[in-house]
Each structure stands twice: as structure tokens, then as C-alpha cells.
């Protein structure tokens, strides 16, 4: 994570917490202003991202009972609480969410935790919980304000679409249930149904169509989540054809004749 050559320009602060010395990181944060505990080093990381790479519990807590700035960006673009979800710590993300301590203990905090601000991946702490498929954390960052329906940067993807990409059956079901739009598109128009069809997965699809997924919409390249199931039966029973329609709406066929 930090190269031996850099060891020794680093602040005592950055020094104990990476050799896991909590007495003298505690020491420092105590004595230090907080402009001197925002201190990033050479990839950007302030002492926050370190002990919360590092899952030290005890200072990421005196830290933002300090008052740092939580939002200060690695330089892959992550906030702290971005690396609290990636390693997957739900400790930290409740430190950072100040769920565990009330506001009234701390020192003037500088800023509020943005849950839809992104890496430099375009990714928000939600899609990175997504990925993890850690439905707690997913769970308690939507609670906290994080947007269900939130696109990533690059594509468009919201947290639904990485879902489905990943195969997870229980995360897709969760989201449509904490209200996550079924018809989202992203950039290219494609919708979560259009990649659990293109993917093969039956199982999505099902649960997308049972919730209200539009079979009929199209993506940039005028394909419908019908046009990309084309021979396969299993997800074909689930679609209704628009060329059989009775007063105007599409009927649904339990088989496909060729």
C-alpha cells in the first residue's frame, strides 16, 4: 500500500498507524489541529484512509470525533468511506456515519458525508457494496440517504444493474424491494432485464419480469430485452411477444414455436 522509499518523509501520525502503534496515533490526534490530521501523503491518504484501510477502529473514531474532513479523496478517489465499504467494515462505515456516536460529542465537522459522490472508477459506496454483495452495508447506506437508483460515472449503471451482472439473486430481490427502479437504463439504454437476458439468467429475469420489468423497451441499438432472448426457450416463457396482441396489448406465451 505505501512503498518502503516513502517511510520516511511521512508525518508520526501516518508512521503509527501503519505500524499499528494506537498509543502514540492516539497521542498525536489529541495534540495536532486538524489541519495537520488531514495531512495526505504521496497517494493521497490522510490518516483516516490509513486506519480505516487498516480496520483500527479506536482512530478512525478519535478522528472524526476530531472533526476531519471525511470527504478528502484518495488518489483513486476514494473517501474513507469508500475503503471502509470496499474491505467490507461495517464498523468503520458506522464510525463514518456517525451512527455510533451523536454529533454533540464532536468538534466542528467540515463537511457531511456525500453518499453519491464517486471515485475516479465512477463508483459511489453503494455500487461498491453491490459489487461486494454485502446486503447490511447496501442496506445501511440506502437507510442513510445513498440515491437506490444512483448511475455510475463510465456507463450508467445503477446498483441494480451491477447486480444483475454479478448473478445475485438475493441483492436484486433487495434493492426492487427498498424501491430500486426495475426500468432503469443506463447510457446505452440498456435495462437491468436486457443484461440479465443478455447473461443468460433466467432466475433475474423472472424476478424482473414479476416486478414490472418493460419487456418492450430498447436500448441505443433498438434491441429489446425480446430481441437478445432469440433462442433461449427458458427465458422466452417469460417475455410477451409484440407481434400477438389482443386489443392492443402484448400476450403472454408460456412456449415459442420456431
Not at 132 to 144: C, D, H, I, T, W
Request: charged share 20%; proline share 3%.
Amino acid at each position: 500500500m505505501i512503498e518502503l522509499a516513502q517511510m520516511d518523509k511521512l508525518p508520526l501520525l501516518h508512521l503509527a498507524i501503519i505500524h499499528c502503534v494506537p498509543s502514540i496515533a492516539s497521542f498525536c490526534i489529541a495534540q495536532m489541529p486538524v489541519e495537520v490530521l488531514e495531512f495526505q501523503n504521496d497517494l493521497f491518504q490522510t490518516p483516516l484512509h490509513l486506519s480505516v484501510y487498516l480496520e483500527q477502529f479506536e482512530v478512525v473514531e478519535a478522528l472524526i470525533l476530531k472533526g476531519v474532513n471525511t470527504a478528502l479523496q484518495d488518489r483513486n478517489g476514494n473517501t474513507a468511506l469508500h475503503l471502509a465499504c470496499e474491505r467490507q467494515s461495517l464498523e468503520c462505515v458506522e464510525l463514518l456515519l456517525l451512527l455510533k456516536k451523536p454529533v454533540s460529542e464532536m468538534q466542528t465537522r467540515k463537511t457531511v458525508q456525500d453518499l453519491q459522490l464517486q471515485n475516479w472508477q465512477g463508483l459511489t459506496c453503494l455500487h461498491i457494496s453491490t459489487l461486494k454483495g454485502n446486503l447490511q452495508l447496501m442496506e445501511l447506506l440506502v437507510q442513510n440517504g445513498a440515491d437506490i437508483n444512483v448511475q455510475d460515472g463510465t456507463s450508467g449503471k445503477t446498483p441494480l444493474h451491477l447486480a444483475v451482472e454479478n448473478h445475485d439473486e438475493m441483492a436484486v430481490k433487495h434493492l426492487l424491494r427498498w424501491g430500486a427502479q426495475v426500468d432503469s437504463q443506463m447510457y446505452n439504454g440498456c435495462t437491468p432485464l436486457h443484461l440479465a437476458v443478455g447473461r443468460n439468467d433466467a432466475a433475474i429475469a423472472a424476478i424482473l419480469c414479476h416486478s414490472g420489468a418493460d419487456t418492450l423497451l430498447r436500448n441505443m441499438e433498438n434491441e429489446t430485452a425480446q430481441d437478445l432472448a432469440d433462442g433461449n426457450d427458458d427465458i422466452l416463457t417469460l417475455l410477451p411477444f409484440d407481434d400477438l396482441k389482443i386489443s392492443g396489448k402484448p400476450v403472454m406465451c408460456s412456449s415459442r414455436t420456431s
